[in-house]
């Protein structure tokens, strides 16, 4: 059983759509996490759910609304993408919010905007 | 303000040499957890080690082990006889306790090659 999943692995699509990633855990865990890794390897945190509760948004542009419907589901909604979107969108999720907690990520949606 | 430096951009070694990744902290907390992380040529990243920053003592499991000194702020990373299977780029990152919440901040990484 795979612990952190998403959907979908690839997505190509054009400037101006508008497109969801999806992500599920399994463990039981608390807190999930979006983090965005650009071409150059470089992995940021865009946001984190504590129990379906928004806790952390780091600047991210208001084009992406994340939506945590329950504890084990973390989606990401990006509307009117832009060229500098594309990368790869992880999904991570930790057993609680404490900086102690290590985070299990899942395999990574790979996001290209033409 | 957190910061985590990785300076070696990439590293190459034939296999069976060891080789340490070097990573350098700044923070402010008194209480912070350090963290590695691989990132395989497969895309996912993979949780290696967790250190607190009460716990000085260093680790070892198998061929790795890590480094951790305060007195440097630095958490290094040695793999011992390294094998092809070790090719990836290795992620530091750091989380502070004052926040209440986890916020990892990531290194660049350093990309290990190794080659048989």
């Known amino acids: 059983d795979t612990a952190v999943s998403q959907t979908p692995k690839y997505l190509v699509t054009q400037m101006g759509n508008d497109k969801s990633i999806k992500c599920e855990q399994n463990?039981?865990?608390?807190?999930m996490y979006w983090y965005k890794q650009d071409s150059k390897k470089f992995l940021k945190i865009m946001f984190s759910?504590?129990?379906?509760?928004?806790?952390i948004n780091e600047t991210v542009p208001n084009r992406f609304s994340p939506k945590s419907p329950d504890k084990a589901h973390l989606n990401l909604h990006i509307n009117s993408l832009e060229l500098g979107d594309s990368a790869v969108y992880f999904c991570a999720s930790s057993q609680g919010q404490r900086g102690f907690y290590e985070q299990y990520f899942g395999p990574g949606t790979r996001l290209t905007v033409t | 303000a957190q910061k985590v430096t990785q300076a070696q951009t990439e590293i190459s070694v034939v296999e069976k040499e060891d080789v340490t990744l070097d990573c350098v902290y700044e923070t402010r907390d008194t209480t912070y957890y350090l963290f590695w992380y691989k990132q395989p040529p497969s895309g996912e990243l993979v949780f290696l080690i967790r250190r607190n920053s009460f716990d000085e003592q260093n680790e070892i499991s198998g061929r790795y082990s890590w480094n951790f000194q305060k007195s440097t702020s630095s958490f290094n990373f040695t793999i011992t006889a390294s094998q092809v299977v070790d090719s990836a780029v290795y992620f530091c990152a750091l989380s502070e306790a004052a926040t209440g919440f986890q916020k990892l901040v990531f290194g660049t990484g350093t990309r290990l090659l190794v080659s048989p």
């Open positions: 759910y504590n129990n379906k509760e928004l806790i």
């Open positions: 463990l039981g865990h608390d807190t």
